[in-house]
């Protein structure tokens, strides 16, 4: 199988290079990776401007996002690949985090070009052995070449912080609604500028789960699988947007 690996995080990454080495012996890998850290850039591509390439030992490390990457890997550097994987990321992308993370953008990204994905991440700042996640997601990978999945559509996994002898089992999660307990500290500066500088605190539930979320699953110690797809169309409240239609039929007559 043919693997084109991403992250955001940057060529030479831990969580990558384990990855890529657990893949090594039993798949052709390439990598292509940014150049530097590139955390929380979503699925951001860059405009009026250009992405350099540059050869690394494993592939190539390039000037764009974790989005550019995967767009040039799928069009140049790897167009035959079979599956694209993004991670091992430090630090969970669970339920909303997937529209910040640039992990888990650039598995959409390649679930959008058509190309089964899987976004892989861990909940912890540091990976206490990195090589026993690394082995357990490349085992999700070909699991999930043997049961496609529906185009536009990738997997998302997230792993508690485990390692050698440790159970760690899985279980699908669906998304969990959480915010940041967050602040801007303001600081006024000369010229009538304001700088604001973040503060991100622990996340809290917005809405109570009747059933496990992803983020109380990996708490508890459990790796989940969440399927995530590139369609947000909110059906259930297509009645609401209709209603509105219908009171505003008028409008675009009046307008003309």
Same mark, same amino acid.
């Given at each position: 199988?043919?693997? %084109?690996?991403?992250?955001?995080?940057?060529?030479?990454?831990? !969580?990558?290079?384990?990855? *890529?080495?657990?893949?090594?012996?039993?798949?052709?890998?390439?990598?292509? =990776?940014?150049?530097?850290?590139?955390?929380g850039a979503g699925q951001s591509v860059t405009l009026g401007a250009s992405i350099r390439a540059v050869k690394r030992e494993r592939g190539y490390a390039i000037?764009?996002?974790? =989005?550019?990457?995967?767009?040039?890997?799928?069009?140049?550097?790897?167009?035959? *690949?079979?599956?694209?994987?993004? !991670?091992?990321?430090?630090?969970?992308?669970?339920?909303?985090?997937?529209?910040?993370?640039? /992990?888990?953008?650039?598995?959409?990204?390649?679930?959008?070009?058509?190309?089964?994905? %899987? +976004?892989?991440? *861990?909940?912890?700042?540091?990976?206490?052995?990195?090589?026993? %996640?690394?082995?357990? /997601?490349?085992?999700?990978?070909?699991?999930?070449?043997?049961?496609?999945?529906?185009?536009?559509?990738?997997?998302?996994?997230?792993?508690?912080?485990?390692?050698?002898?440790?159970?760690?089992?899985?279980?699908?999660?669906?998304?969990?609604?959480?915010?940041?307990?967050?602040?801007?500290?303001?600081?006024?500066?000369?010229?009538?500028?304001?700088?604001?500088?973040?503060?991100?605190?622990?996340?809290?539930?917005?809405?109570?789960?009747?059933?496990?979320?992803?983020? /109380?699953?990996?708490?508890?110690?459990? +790796?989940?699988?969440?399927?995530?797809?590139?369609?947000?169309?909110?059906?259930?409240?297509?009645?609401?947007?209709?209603?509105?239609?219908?009171?505003?039929?008028?409008?675009?007559?009046?307008?003309?």
């Amino acid at each position: 199988m043919k693997i %084109l690996l991403v992250n955001d995080d940057g060529y030479g990454a831990p !969580g990558l290079m384990a990855l *890529c080495e657990a893949l090594r012996g039993r798949h052709e890998v390439r990598i292509v =990776a940014p150049d530097g850290q590139r955390s929380g850039a979503g699925q951001s591509v860059t405009l009026g401007a250009s992405i350099r390439a540059v050869k690394r030992e494993r592939g190539y490390a390039i000037s764009g996002t974790p =989005a550019d990457c995967v767009k040039i890997g799928l069009r140049h550097l790897m167009p035959d *690949c079979d599956l694209v994987i993004s !991670g091992i990321n430090p630090g969970a992308n669970l339920g909303v985090d997937c529209y910040y993370s640039g /992990t888990a953008s650039a598995a959409r990204e390649a679930a959008m070009g058509g190309k089964p994905a %899987l +976004a892989s991440s *861990c909940y912890c700042r540091e990976f206490k052995d990195a090589e026993c %996640l690394a082995r357990f /997601t490349a085992q999700v990978a070909e699991r999930l070449m043997a049961h496609p999945l529906p185009g536009g559509v990738f997997l998302n996994l997230n792993m508690p912080n485990a390692q050698r002898g440790q159970a760690m089992p899985l279980q699908v999660a669906p998304m969990s609604w959480f915010r940041y307990d967050e602040e801007f500290e303001r600081c006024d500066l000369d010229g009538g500028q304001i700088e604001f500088r973040p503060r991100y605190g622990k996340t809290v539930l917005v809405r109570d789960e009747e059933r496990a979320c992803d983020l /109380t699953c990996v708490r508890a110690g459990i +790796a989940t699988l969440t399927p995530v797809a590139w369609d947000c169309t909110c059906r259930p409240a297509a009645g609401i947007a209709q209603d509105i239609a219908d009171e505003m039929k008028d409008a675009g007559i009046a307008l003309a």
